[in-house]
């Protein structure tokens, strides 16, 4: 893939499309593609116009940093870009703008060696009219000077995994007729009145007419007005009868255009709007507020989006490319994504409003101290992003602050100010906390329709907010249904819980808006499976009333993050939830009527065991009110290979009413045997199409030294620690020695001793069983694990040396790693196996039950294939006299890992099944 976008870059023409699908005009042309360059990271040559020779080219709009520029060298300093464009506008008289979709940091431009403009800032869109400088119909030659030397002053945002240096969106001419819409917002009501706010430019007073066209006509208005020269701000409303709102689930848009006819010209933008309304509201006798779109509760199933691509980093290669990244996050069940530190681009926005994805957009923070001139950028820059944003209908909510970062007035600076002299620490001050609460009203402001979110706190930090959000990153279902629940409990209007100062909470919707297990481990999750704490999470998050969403840290997994629901390359992850439930997907885990089974994910009980286990029904939508739902459940088990049913039945459930409900337990008798057993729920409705699925496992006890299982005759098992030899170059245990595992080619040697005599008369049939895969090698297996702390410097891309962390064991994905074995009985070669992988997911139970501490993982999720043999009559004619035997499992390079009865998928060691 990289590759092939990476020759596509160097060939074609970048991104041709029309940068702004929601603001759009006929007549432009795209300056995407080769350009010359000269990077000059001592700014040798000043802030006049580069007089040295220009060594290289640069593709646009990709970073410098970046692969796809051609250039990829992640070096602070200035950026010098050149092209000669011929160009001349359709209609005579034009005015000509040169757009900029985003310039990181400061940049300066030169058209035939007149300055054209300058402008700050690394994520806002900007443009030049540059009509008296461009010569219709002859060479221009444009010079583009970027700056970005990373001064703690610049909105940077989070860049630590690929930096954004100098022109890193689109690049553009566009003409435009003297009287022209500089920008139109649409405000809609869902009675289907749009407000349409404009900023029209003139250049004199004149007459216009003005005409609105959506739907193919069939929402048209029209009306005069007169212009004055310079900039006017005209309002206009008109009605859309029986309006199609839009939703993740029905994203509709009303498609168009806007027209400005004048005696300066006709100017004609095609836009769009959905209508939609987000709000927040209580229901019935709640003290506490919902999220709303369109007047109900929506339930917010989430993910951070670092939005990073690993050729183009905050460049996508393609418009398809975006288009991807929404459809891979629609087909997990999700409704909305986070926007990390950063706006969007606005054709991924485009496809979020077209596809159906709610976003949530953050601002980009700061890292230096809050003073004066930084606040002055920031809000600069903040004003350009809603302004260009503004009519996406997708985008329900502003984060104006992420985690504190930039918030907080440095040691240092503190210190020069103190009078006593102490020591003094970074602090988010009193008078900055009056600051971010003014930028939060001021985005109300200028923008009502929207949740507006003063910081996303991980420090519990609020000052005034829309919505109450916090972080976390905790690891064990102990650990995080206790912390949830505290965090309920003590969030209700009026508590100082998660605020700052005297600041209080107000009744706004509770949500998360960042979890995982990327961190909340010693020395970081490093690459390991998230599949087992994603579910017993979701179920947590739903279990409680007074939540109404959650984002997931994170949709891909990044350059030094492994958190994701798919690789950075977009490869997809396996959860295994399959193995459980047939059919079912992390979609319905994300389900709007969702059935939270209240009980830890794994319980260990003993065998025939009485067990009862609570549930509840979450709704968050009034598709299935008033209906009757079906529940229906079963208690099923992996018998050595043969699935086996016990307890079942089915719940009638009369489906009314949002929010949290208790509904009757489920009883059941567990297996009279060693055994994984498995409680199955679905949800369906009156047709049988499944509604959502969910499922617990339990560790089942035979109560025996030895194994129980259901069939006849006699059960030998030696731990799979036990061997008597191995030859393997690298070789340790796991999972407190539940598992063994040898490293490259070598053998395990066991040596079985049969029932006697005495105990058995006749060995007719000897089976074999054991759980095995292959052994990939880590570097933490060869050379030791290297523990090092996960601070800040991750925000800004320090190596996560995934290999050495001590967490690390990769999780299912289309990646596989095969090894085969032989399986000899005192040296007599009796069977051999494939080992097709070496997984990792939700499907290793008991590697997961049998973890010794929760927030250092050893091997978490890892299990094997149930291997069986029969040995030959032949063989088992010497075992009869015999009653012992070696046996020996011998593994080429890809190594063999072994799982025993406290570790993998199925409760066993290596057993021999005497008849």
Same mark, same amino acid.
């Given at each position: ?16 499309? !029309? ?126 000077? /970027? ?70 006509? /069939? ?87 670092? %939005? ?27 409704? #909305? ?29 700061? $890292? ?12 600069? +820059? ?14 329900? %909510?502003?984060?104006? #602050? ?20 102490? @020591? ?10 009056? $600051? ?35 972080? #976390? ?32 909470? %107000? ?70 939830? +399959? ?70 039945? *089915? ?25 994984? *057993? ?10 049988? /199409? ?18 129980? !299982? ?13 061997? /008597? ?6 070789? $340790? ?19 079985? @001793?049969?029932?006697? =005599? ?8 000897? +089976?074999?069983?054991?759980? =095995?895969?292959? @052994?990939?090698?880590? =570097? ?6 290297? +523990? ?11 190596? =996560? ?31 051999? #196996? ?25 091997? *978490? ?12 009559? %032949? ?30 998928? !199925? ?9």
């Amino acid at each position: 893939m990289a590759a092939q976008a990476l020759q596509t870059a160097a060939t074609s023409v970048p991104r041709p499309e !029309y940068p702004r699908p929601d603001w759009q005009r006929r007549d432009w042309l795209n300056l995407n593609g080769t350009w010359s360059f000269r990077l000059d990271p001592e700014n040798e040559n000043g802030s006049t116009q580069a007089s040295a020779e220009f060594g290289s080219e640069i593709v646009v709009p990709f970073s410098w940093a970046s692969p796809l520029s051609g250039i990829g060298r992640n070096e602070r300093g200035i950026g010098w870009y050149k092209r000669d464009v011929t160009w001349s506008p359709e209609a005579k008289d034009s005015l000509v703008f040169l757009r900029f979709g985003a310039v990181d940091y400061r940049c300066d431009v030169w058209i035939n060696g007149l300055h054209a403009g300058s402008h700050s800032g690394g994520y806002g869109e900007f443009e030049f009219d540059v009509t008296g400088i461009w010569n219709t119909g002859e060479a221009n030659t444009i010079m583009v000077r /970027a700056e970005d030397f990373d001064l703690k002053a610049q909105t940077r945002g989070k860049q630590g995994y690929g930096e954004i240096r100098g022109i890193w969106q689109p690049v553009w001419l566009e003409s435009r007729p003297k009287a022209y819409i500089q920008q139109a917002k649409f405000i809609t009501r869902l009675d289907g009145s749009v407000q349409a706010n404009l900023t029209i430019a003139a250049g004199k007073t004149t007459e216009a007419s003005l005409q609105f066209r959506f739907a193919d006509g /069939a929402v048209s208005h029209a009306e005069n007005v007169t212009l004055a020269q310079g900039v006017n701000s005209v309002s206009a409303t008109f009605q859309v009868e029986e309006p199609r709102l839009w939703s993740p689930e029905s994203p509709y848009l009303y498609e168009g255009e806007i027209k400005l006819a004048s005696n300066e010209g006709t100017d004609a933008v095609e836009t769009y709007f959905g209508i939609r309304e987000i709000g927040t509201a209580r229901f019935g006798d709640r003290d506490y507020r919902w999220v709303t779109l369109n007047g109900k509760p929506v339930y917010l199933n989430g993910t951070l989006d670092q %939005s990073f691509h690993e050729t183009g980093y905050f460049t996508y290669p393609t418009d398809e490319e975006m288009r991807d990244e929404i459809y891979l996050a629609k087909r997990l069940g999700l409704n #909305f994504v986070r926007i990390h530190i950063k706006p969007e681009e606005p054709r991924k926005l485009y496809w979020a409003d077209k596809l159906g994805m709610l976003i949530m957009e953050d601002m980009p923070c700061f $890292w230096g101290n809050p003073d004066e001139p930084t606040r002055a950028a920031y809000e600069r +820059e903040a004003k350009e992003i809603i302004d260009r944003d503004f009519n996406h209908p997708s985008i329900f %909510s502003w984060i104006m #602050f992420n985690e504190t970062w930039g918030l907080r007035t440095d040691a240092e600076t503190i210190a020069l100010t103190s009078q006593d002299g102490g @020591k003094a620490e970074a602090t988010y001050l009193p008078e900055t906390q009056e $600051w971010v609460r003014s930028i939060y009203r001021w985005a109300k402001s200028v923008d009502p329709t929207r949740i507006v979110e003063d910081n996303s706190p991980c420090n519990y930090d609020k000052v005034e907010s829309d919505i109450n959000t916090w972080h #976390f990153y905790i690891n064990g279902y102990e650990q995080v249904r206790a912390h949830v629940t505290e965090v309920v409990e003590k969030t209700f209007p009026g508590s100082s819980f998660n605020c700052i100062g005297d600041n209080v909470q %107000s009744d706004a919707p509770l949500m998360n808006s960042e979890c995982g297990n990327v961190w909340g481990f010693v020395s970081g999750a490093g690459d390991s499976d998230l599949a087992w704490h994603y579910r017993y999470m979701m179920n947590e998050f739903r279990r409680h009333d007074k939540m109404c969403g959650f984002v997931f840290t994170e949709l891909r997994d990044v350059t030094n993050e492994f958190n994701g629901y798919y690789r950075l390359d977009g490869r997809e992850k396996f959860f295994g939830y +399959e193995g459980f439930v047939p059919g079912m997907t992390l979609a319905d885990l994300h389900a709007p009527d969702f059935i939270v089974i209240d009980a830890p994910p794994c319980q260990t009980l003993q065998a025939g065991e009485r067990v009862s286990v609570p549930l509840l029904k979450s709704s968050y939508s009034d598709r299935y009110h008033g209906q009757k739902l079906t529940l229906g459940w079963e208690l099923w088990h992996d018998n050595l290979g043969t699935r086996v049913t016990g307890d079942r039945g *089915a719940i009638e459930l009369d489906w009314n009413g949002y929010g949290v409900k208790e509904i009757a337990p489920i009883a059941f008798d567990l297996p009279k045997q060693d055994a994984v *057993a498995v409680l199955a729920v679905t949800l369906r409705d009156a047709e049988g /199409a499944v509604v959502t699925r969910n499922f617990i496992a339990f560790d089942v006890r035979g109560g025996s030294d030895v194994p129980v !299982y259901d069939a006849d005759g006699r059960f030998v098992a030696v731990p799979v620690t036990d061997y /008597a030899e191995q030859t393997f170059a690298h070789q $340790w245990n796991a999972i407190q020695s539940g598992k063994t595992n040898g490293g490259q080619s070598g053998k395990f040697v066991y040596d079985v @001793k049969l029932p006697d =005599a005495a105990e058995q008369a006749l060995v007719q049939q000897v +089976e074999l069983y054991f759980e =095995a895969s292959s @052994k990939r090698l880590l =570097a933490r297996n060869v050379e030791g694990a290297r +523990e090092r702390a996960h601070g800040i410097d991750f925000m800004h891309g320090a190596d =996560a040396a995934v290999e050495y962390n001590s967490n690390t064991y990769y999780m299912t994905d289309n990646e596989l790693h095969e090894s085969r074995i032989d399986v000899l009985v005192d040296g007599e070669k009796v069977a051999s #196996f494939l080992l097709t992988d070496n997984p990792a997911d939700s499907q290793g139970v008991l590697s997961y039950q049998y973890q010794e501490v929760h927030n250092q993982l050893d091997e *978490a999720g890892s299990y094997g294939y149930l291997c069986k043999v029969v040995l030959p009559s %032949s063989v088992t004619a010497k075992l009869d006299r015999s009653r012992a035997f070696k046996l020996t499992l011998e593994a080429g390079e890809g190594g063999l890992a072994l799982y025993g009865r406290n570790a993998g998928r !199925y409760p066993i060691d290596i057993v021999a099944h005497v008849r």
